[in-house]
């Protein structure tokens, strides 16, 4: 049912927290997987050694997402592994916590080069390596529809970031090619330990969510394998939230 031997995915972002969660999955039940990470060496490293232990290959990039050379030189690397691409994971992502008032154009101009534009260069590059039956998915959060404290900049981007993946799915859908967006509710990663109220967001979230827990990496990566799967043949264009029932209290 979740079978994906022979098939390759690029996961970027890859090396920790969600990331790292949907490249073990995927690679669990039979994918190649292509990690790409920037900045730690060492957690990707560990990432493909984790990976190795599946019984599948695993090929680790280092490229900056944000910016379109790093893509190509991606994808040079990739393509003298691979002949083809199956799964096209947007993962990496970053942006500033700040309010708004204190926001500037380079604060502005970085969260959308690597949490929207970023998705569209990666497809550009990825979507003729792939066949019929191909998948695209971006992580997004809910921040992209909700007003969050200091999240003003990565909302945005977010927000943008699911309204590429509306067209992505327009334009590809005709091909057999599926794009959907992952909106995770509050997840405890490195990247929420940035937040100055990162104790307050978990508290609420865990007294607003029905089902009483935070959202783990690995539950977004069930979604992942699922949306990865032929069980998810009519899923297309759309948001689909993980988050234990959080964003149904208002």
């Known amino acids: ?11 970027t972002g890859g090396s920790r927290g969600i990331g790292r969660a949907i490249a073990l999955r995927l690679a669990e039940n039979g994918a190649d997987v292509v990690v790409n990470y920037v900045r730690h060496r060492r957690d990707a490293e560990e990432t493909v050694a984790a990976i190795e232990e599946k019984g599948v290959k695993c090929l680790a990039v280092k490229a900056n997402v944000a910016k379109e050379d790093g893509v190509i030189r991606m994808f ?24 708004a008032m204190e926001l500037t154009t380079r604060h502005w101009d970085w969260a959308m080069d690597i949490n929207a534009r970023a998705l ?64 995770a509710g509050v997840v405890d990663t490195d990247a929420l330990k940035k937040f100055p109220n ?8 865990l007294e607003r969510t029905p089902l009483g827990r935070l959202t783990i990496p690995e ?32």
């Not at 550009?124 to 200091?150: C, D, E, F, T, W």
């Open 198 to 205: 990162r104790d307050e967001i978990i508290g609420a979230s």
């Open 120 to 183: 569209l260069t990666l497809t550009q590059h990825a979507v003729p390596m792939m066949k019929k039956g191909g998948r695209i998915m971006a992580v997004s959060s809910l921040g992209a529809v909700r007003a969050v404290p200091n999240y003003t900049v990565v909302g945005a981007s977010k927000a943008a970031l699911e309204s590429v993946i509306r067209h992505l799915a327009v334009e590809l859908g005709p091909r057999g090619i599926l794009v959907n967006t992952i909106s």
């Open 76 to 99: 040079d690397e990739i393509r003298e592994q691979y002949e083809h691409l199956d799964i096209l994971v947007s993962n990496a992502a970053s942006g500033v916590l700040k309010p």
């Open 1 to 11: 049912m979740f079978e994906l031997n022979g098939k390759v995915a690029l996961i």
């Open 219 to 250: 539950d977004v990566a069930d979604l992942a394998l699922f949306l990865c799967s032929d069980l998810a043949a009519m899923i297309h264009g759309q948001v689909i939230v993980v988050d234990g029932g959080y964003a149904i209290q208002g």
